[in-house]
């Protein structure tokens, strides 16, 4: 693979499920993000990752947690789904946590009923 | 607040040249980023300016006012396949970036 997959690429899910998004990257780079795009609205921040083994909260974080076991993966709970997180969802990876460009995966669309 | 404001949708000929606008304030600056985006795809990076000026490459352009707070970016000899939206984004004091809601841009032919 090059760059980032992002999986599933779509998914339907009942309210009150957990679900797992799932981004991998085989760049080697050090900072990772969760991004939801919604119509009208800027990408929002849910969580990062700076390096592996440490993760942080963006500007809307509730309702998700991530982990960073390893450089290449940053997976994406929603423990129990409501309908307000409906949304497309897109990992990115940076080679660093500041100014470096970020890259972005082809993104998850999920619908919650 | 931080806020990043720019245009919802913006129409151009094919052949001519196209200024997208952002205006922006945020909790500090280390620089401003455009991405194109087309639709029902991942945003890809065009340009990041972090001094005041004009960036050039190819037939875009980014331009930087860190002191007015703006930021455009340039398309020139526009083509059919440049329909897409143009997203500005700021990087604040946290390093973290903030979106713009994105400009959708047609090209008629």
């Known amino acids: 693979i090059a760059g980032i997959t992002q999986a599933p690429t779509s998914q339907i899910l009942a309210a009150g499920r957990r679900m797992t998004l799932r981004c991998t990257q085989d760049m080697r780079h050090n900072a990772m993000y969760w991004y939801r795009q919604d119509l009208g609205l800027g990408l929002r921040l849910i969580h990062y990752s700076n390096t592996a083994g440490t993760t942080g909260k963006g500007e809307v974080p509730d309702g998700y947690s991530v982990s960073r076991a390893n450089t290449d993966d940053f997976p994406l709970t929603l423990a129990s789904a409501v309908p307000s997180q409906t949304s497309v969802y897109f990992c990115?990876?940076?080679?660093?946590?500041?100014?470096?460009?970020?890259?972005f995966g082809p993104g998850t669309r999920l619908t919650v009923l | 607040g931080q806020n990043i404001d720019q245009p919802t949708e913006m129409t151009a000929t094919e052949g001519a040249i196209v200024q997208i606008n952002c205006t922006y304030q945020?909790?500090?600056?280390?620089?401003l980023f455009w991405y194109q985006q087309h639709a029902g795809e991942a945003p890809t990076f065009l340009s990041y300016n972090v001094l005041d000026g004009l960036e050039e490459k190819g037939r875009f352009s980014s331009f930087l006012s860190r002191s007015k707070g703006y930021s455009y970016l340039l398309l020139k000899e526009l083509q059919m396949k440049d329909s897409a939206s143009y997203l500005c984004a700021v990087m604040d004091s946290n390093y973290q970036l903030i979106w713009g809601a994105g400009t959708k841009l047609i090209i008629k032919p």
């Open positions: 945020t909790s500090g600056f280390n620089g």
């Open positions: 990115a990876s940076s080679v660093t946590g500041d100014t470096d460009t970020q890259y």
